[in-house]
């Protein structure tokens, strides 16, 4: 038996975390270890939010141990059309300030990039506008290793989308 599977969500706010762990959740019956948002927010947030360095030595000392311990898969999700995402945010973030949640998760997609370069986990980044959700998680479950009968991930992708 191998070592056990952690998967990390990551990305900047109207990206899809949410909504695609949720849906890998539901497909692989809650097995893999599934976390939203780890070391690349907390490194991306210091700087953006905090003004925090660009040191990533304790980021990769923790990445280093997990990676004693798990098979770890980092899901890097992104949106490249700048529109798209200001909807989306607008979407998520009713009432409040809209333009500095725009601006925040704009600015955050240059961050998250450095940090995709630079992390040793395995890695794939998607980009979420161009691939709808049920796309969006048959890649994962296939960079995972993990199978799912594609009308399951029809339905859930049908479930998480008006969750």
Same mark, same amino acid.
């Given at each position: 038996m191998g070592r056990p599977k /952690?998967? +990390?969500?990551? *990305? %900047? !706010? %109207?990206t899809g975390k949410t909504t695609l762990f949720q849906g890998i959740r539901r497909l692989t019956n809650y097995q893999p270890l599934c976390i939203e948002r780890f070391t690349g927010s907390n490194w991306v947030y210091d700087q953006v939010r905090w003004g925090r360095g660009k040191d990533l030595s304790r980021y990769f000392q923790q990445e280093k141990? /997990?990676?004693e311990i798990y098979d770890v898969y980092l899901i890097l999700l992104e949106v490249n059309n700048t529109e798209v995402l200001k909807e989306r945010i607008a979407k998520k973030h009713? %009432?409040? !300030?809209? %333009?500095? @949640?725009? @601006?925040l998760a704009i600015n955050t997609r240059e961050i998250f990039a450095e940090y995709a370069e630079k992390t040793k986990f395995s890695l794939v980044s998607l980009d979420t506008h161009n691939f709808g959700i049920e796309k969006c998680l048959g890649i994962i479950l296939n960079f995972? *290793?993990?199978? @799912?009968?594609h009308d !399951? +991930?029809?339905?859930v992708a049908k479930e998480v989308s008006n969750d």
């Open positions: /952690l998967v +990390i969500f990551e *990305g %900047g !706010d %109207g141990e /997990l990676r009713k %009432g409040e !300030d809209l %333009g500095v @949640a725009q @601006a995972i *290793g993990e199978v @799912a009968h !399951d +991930i029809r339905s």
